[in-house]
């Protein structure tokens, strides 16, 4: 790995890329590990074709395993994939095995649609999320629809509590 990253500062990305996919071959426990760093080679080394074959080989070769996807995703959302990174944020987010993890895939995918100036699939997943029964994904996805909002100059539609005068009611 070493000697991957000095072939990167010395911009040899080919023999940075034959050296990480040797260690890949013979480590594979370790792939998942290294997938990113690969494909940020390829992306660095303008071989953004191999970095998205990567990417979908990878969410074929573990389809029902919701880490795998959420990889995946990553590297589509890095890659500037946005549709593609939603969609395995969401097949990620549908195999979770707890409400934790589907909410951090889900959070995920919202702040993705937000980089990507999709507003509206990242404020109906941030709506989505603010009703989460974890008190830190609401108050994430709340900060989130404020964001959102102040972004669009819509904070005047913004209501994340109730107000005091409607409590009253």
């Known amino acids: 790995l070493h000697l991957v990253s000095a072939y990167e500062r010395a911009r040899q990305y080919d023999k940075?890329?034959?050296?990480?996919?040797?260690?890949?071959?013979?480590?594979?426990r370790d792939a998942a590990f290294l997938a990113s760093r690969l494909v940020h080679l390829y992306v660095q080394n303008n071989q953004q074709d191999k970095a998205v074959a990567y990417a979908k080989a990878?969410?074929?070769?573990?389809?029902?395993?919701?880490?795998?996807?959420?990889?995946?995703?990553?590297?589509?959302?890095?890659?500037?994939?946005?549709?593609?990174?939603?969609?395995?944020?969401?097949?990620?987010?549908?195999?979770?095995?707890?409400?934790?993890?589907?909410?951090?895939?889900?959070?995920?995918?919202?702040?993705?649609?937000?980089?990507?100036?999709?507003y509206e699939k990242a404020e109906a997943l941030a709506k989505r999320l603010a009703n989460s029964g974890?008190?830190?994904?609401?108050?994430?996805?709340?900060?989130?629809?404020?964001?959102?909002?102040?972004?669009?100059n819509k904070l005047d539609e913004l209501e994340l509590a109730p107000r005091k005068e409607d409590e009253k009611k």
Do not use: W
């Not at 029902?64 to 395995?88: C, F, T, W």
């Not at 707890?98 to 919202?110: C, E, K, V």
């Not at 974890?134 to 669009?152: G, H, M, N, P």
């Open 16 to 28: 940075a890329i034959s050296l990480l996919e040797k260690l890949i071959a013979k480590e594979p």
């Open 134 to 152: 974890s008190k830190i994904t609401a108050a994430q996805a709340k900060r989130l629809l404020f964001d959102l909002y102040e972004e669009q």
């Open 58 to 118: 990878m969410a074929e070769k573990d389809p029902k395993n919701p880490e795998a996807q959420s990889r995946v995703a990553g590297i589509y959302q890095r890659l500037n994939m946005v549709d593609e990174a939603l969609a395995a944020y969401e097949a990620a987010a549908g195999l979770a095995t707890s409400d934790a993890q589907r909410d951090r895939y889900l959070l995920s995918a919202a702040h993705a649609a937000r980089c990507a100036k999709k």
